[in-house]
């Protein structure tokens, strides 16, 4: 009974108090410069000065409530400076992280909403710390990745600019109208809604494959329109080449034996001959 009347109960329910209203008033402070800024600067910002707001405030009162326990200030800060070099020599990585963090905040490749891709990661920017930026992908994934990555790796950000170009490879046999399939893409450009008349679209001859002449056909989208404007012109294209009896062709096998070799014969099997050596093949295998 002695243990607790010895405890200044007074100090430590002031302490808690003020940790209490630190967590209230930083959160409201937070709140509040997070709607002022909303409307005046990027996602990015708002989000790391609402946390910071709200961080400060909060230390505040937290220094305070250790005075009001009757913790020295002084021996208070020499703990938190040896404690912090301790944990910097114990997490290197982590620190790295933090410092990477500040040059993204700084340099800003990218922002909350983006639509970025890294090392072969795509998805959408939905949080940025001081520590890791989180992504959310198509298929609904929730992926993390250190800020120390982002520095040393490339990011491409796939949101940055308000349009996008698409670029469909179409083969078509050697025998067809190559500037009749240019003609008719561009028709199909024109006529799509999706396609934006600034930049105009264009059709190059990319290559001659093995079994097609192949065409680069480009037009620009609305960046929200990407998907949408590529299945949507994959099918028109087939469609079309279809109607005007264009032969899309399949990979094609020429067997030749050179011209110092005699020609050998090759012969397709009828249907019976196949059941018939396929009944002599489980012959030998009984």
Not at 35 to 63: E, N, P
Not at 73 to 89: H, N, R
Not at 244 to 269: D, K, T
Request: proline share 4%.
């Amino acid at each position: 009974m002695n243990v607790f009347s010895d405890i200044a109960w007074g100090q430590w329910i002031s302490s808690g108090f003020l940790l209490v209203l630190g967590i209230v008033l930083g959160s409201l402070a937070a709140r509040s410069v997070s709607k002022v800024m909303a409307k005046r600067s990027s996602r990015h910002h708002t989000v790391m000065v609402r946390r910071l707001v709200f961080y400060v405030i909060f230390l505040l009162f937290g220094v305070a409530a250790l005075r009001e326990a009757g913790f020295s200030l002084d021996v208070v800060l020499g703990a938190a400076g040896i404690l912090t070099v301790a944990i910097g020599f114990a997490s290197q990585t982590s620190a790295s992280n933090m410092i990477s963090g500040l040059f993204l905040l700084v340099e800003k490749p990218f922002e909350i909403g983006d639509f970025i891709e890294v090392e072969a990661i795509m998805g959408e920017v939905v949080g940025i710390d001081m520590l890791s930026v989180k992504l959310r992908t198509r298929d609904n994934l929730y992926v993390r990745i250190p800020n120390e990555t982002l520095i040393k790796t490339p990011v491409i950000n796939r949101s940055r600019f308000p349009i996008r170009r698409i670029d469909l490879s179409v083969g078509i046999a050697y025998a067809e109208d190559v500037e009749k399939v240019e003609n008719l893409l561009m028709e199909l450009a024109e006529k799509n809604p999706v396609c934006l008349e600034e930049p105009k679209a264009f059709v190059l001859v990319s290559a001659f494959g093995p079994s097609s002449v192949d065409l680069q056909f480009s037009f620009w989208v609305p960046k929200d329109k990407v998907l949408e404007g590529k299945s949507g012109m994959l099918v028109a294209v087939k469609n079309a080449l279809d109607k005007e009896g264009i032969e899309i062709p399949f990979p094609h096998s020429s067997i030749y034996a050179g011209s110092h070799s005699e020609p050998f014969r090759v012969q397709l099997l009828g249907l019976e001959k196949n059941i018939e050596k396929e009944v002599l093949d489980a012959d030998k295998e009984s």
